[in-house]
């Protein structure tokens, strides 16, 4: 599928041998996709056209870490034949022939890259009205299904409803920017955070609950507007550092010129990749509960967040220390003798456990 605001990123086959700088012919005969690192397909499996996220494949054709496409259903989300036909629990064919030319279906398809789509919003409504017994199907468009926001408009356009009223709800937001309500719930405390950050950095003597107070958050938003002000002042405090390490791998011919960009997990973690081009590991991963190990994918280093370390064959931690000096960290990647399997020392919000 394509994910929520990523329709703009969607890749044919042709576009995609451009990129490769090799013709169509010799990209369908050698199959470069078929490597194991390269990104996955966002078309279905069967699908007659095959499309990828160009994002995606760009940080893989640089040598950069692939980033991670949105895990999460949302409304807008695209569909093809295959998944709305799977969504609705009927054949393609069946899909083809009754369901898409359906008028509750029918004018909210869209072409990409000539494949037919449909947001899955849509489809869930229908499969609801029809599971309920209604013969037209849904009564109403389900909010924000109708409008596919580009993920990369998504902060301005509720940057800018904050700018109109600080106050603002994740009702308006959902309405007026047409999200659903879970990608209302990841943006606006995000963004109160950062506001709160900006005004922190400005004037250092206030109190974070000070700083929300001056920006005219209600006091009921208050507290998850300042929770998110303190991941992004952390994730502001170790980029420079990550930087450096990144910048210092670069000088040992470890690693391709990059700017390293700090991720957010799941519980506000905090975590970055740097890719390797020179080493035996595809990539370092530096997290702040566990820090810094190497990563045994260079298309997902981070990988998916399960609340333990990750352990395993290629995985290994560096060093005891959160921020070792990028010196210490460089010689433990090229010998292979130190390091350990598992973190030594898990740090905690409250200070550090000692594994």
Same mark, same amino acid.
């Given at each position: 599928?394509?994910?929520?605001?990523?329709?703009?990123?969607?890749?044919?086959?042709?576009?995609?041998?451009?990129?490769? /700088?090799?013709?169509?012919?010799?990209?369908?005969?050698?199959?470069?996709?078929?490597?194991?690192?390269?990104?996955?397909?966002?078309?279905?499996?069967?699908?007659?056209?095959? @499309?990828?996220?160009?994002?995606?494949?760009?940080?893989?054709?640089?040598?950069?870490?692939?980033?991670?496409?949105?895990?999460?259903?949302?409304?807008?989300?695209?569909?093809? #034949?295959?998944?709305?036909?799977?969504?609705? /629990?009927?054949?393609?064919?069946?899909?083809?022939?009754?369901?898409?030319?359906?008028?509750?279906?029918?004018?909210?398809?869209?072409?990409?890259?000539?494949?037919?789509?449909?947001?899955?919003?849509?489809?869930?409504?229908?499969?609801? /009205?029809?599971?309920?017994?209604?013969?037209?199907?849904?009564?109403?468009?389900?909010?924000?299904?109708?409008?596919?926001? !580009?993920?990369?408009?998504?902060?301005?356009?509720?940057?800018?409803?904050?700018?109109?009223?600080? =106050?603002?709800?994740?009702?308006?937001?959902?309405?007026? %920017?047409?999200?659903?309500?879970?990608?209302?719930?990841?943006?606006?405390?995000?963004?109160?955070?950062?506001?709160?950050?900006?005004?922190?950095?400005?004037?250092?003597?206030?109190?974070?609950?000070?700083?929300?107070?001056?920006?005219?958050?209600?006091?009921?938003?208050?507290?998850?507007?300042?929770?998110?002000?303190?991941?992004?002042?952390?994730?502001?405090?170790?980029?420079?550092?990550?930087?450096?390490?990144?910048?210092?791998?670069?000088?040992?011919?470890?690693?391709?010129? $990059?700017?390293?960009?700090? $991720?957010?997990?799941?519980?506000?973690?905090?975590?970055?990749?740097?890719?390797?081009?020179?080493?035996?590991?595809?990539?370092? %991963?530096?997290?702040? #509960?566990?820090?810094?190990?190497?990563?045994?994918?260079?298309?997902?280093?981070?990988?998916?967040?399960?609340?333990? !370390?990750?352990?395993?064959?290629?995985? #290994?931690?560096?060093?005891?220390?959160?921020?070792?000096?990028?010196?210490? @960290?460089?010689? =433990?990647?090229?010998?292979?003798?130190?390091?350990?399997?598992?973190?030594?020392?898990?740090?905690?919000?409250?200070?550090?456990?000692?594994?």
């Amino acid at each position: 599928m394509i994910r929520a605001g990523r329709r703009k990123y969607a890749q044919n086959s042709e576009e995609l041998a451009a990129a490769m /700088g090799v013709t169509i012919g010799t990209f369908r005969n050698k199959q470069p996709y078929a490597d194991e690192d390269f990104p996955p397909l966002i078309s279905s499996d069967g699908a007659r056209v095959k @499309l990828w996220d160009s994002e995606q494949t760009a940080a893989y054709l640089a040598g950069r870490p692939v980033p991670e496409l949105p895990q999460e259903d949302d409304e807008q989300d695209l569909l093809d #034949r295959n998944e709305a036909a799977a969504e609705l /629990g009927v054949s393609p064919k069946t899909w083809d022939k009754n369901y898409k030319t359906h008028p509750q279906i029918a004018p909210h398809l869209v072409t990409v890259k000539g494949v037919e789509h449909c947001p899955r919003g849509i489809v869930q409504a229908f499969r609801t /009205g029809k599971d309920a017994g209604a013969d037209a199907g849904p009564k109403g468009r389900p909010k924000g299904s109708g409008d596919m926001v !580009p993920r990369d408009e998504i902060a301005a356009r509720v940057g800018d409803l904050l700018d109109e009223d600080p =106050a603002v709800t994740l009702a308006t937001v959902q309405e007026r %920017v047409g999200l659903s309500y879970a990608a209302a719930a990841r943006a606006l405390p995000r963004l109160r955070g950062e506001r709160i950050a900006d005004l922190l950095q400005i004037e250092p003597d206030l109190t974070p609950e000070e700083a929300a107070t001056r920006l005219g958050y209600p006091t009921s938003v208050q507290r998850t507007a300042v929770a998110s002000a303190a991941t992004e002042l952390r994730a502001r405090q170790v980029q420079p550092y990550l930087q450096r390490v990144a910048d210092v791998l670069v000088g040992a011919g470890l690693a391709a010129a $990059q700017d390293v960009q700090v $991720q957010r997990l799941e519980g506000d973690v905090l975590a970055a990749a740097v890719a390797l081009s020179g080493s035996g590991a595809p990539a370092l %991963v530096w997290d702040e #509960r566990y820090g810094w190990r190497t990563a045994v994918s260079k298309r997902h280093p981070i990988g998916k967040e399960t609340g333990t !370390p990750p352990e395993g064959d290629g995985i #290994r931690y560096l060093s005891e220390h959160q921020q070792p000096e990028p010196a210490e @960290l460089l010689a =433990a990647l090229t010998d292979g003798r130190r390091g350990t399997r598992h973190p030594k020392t898990v740090h905690l919000a409250g200070g550090t456990l000692q594994g």
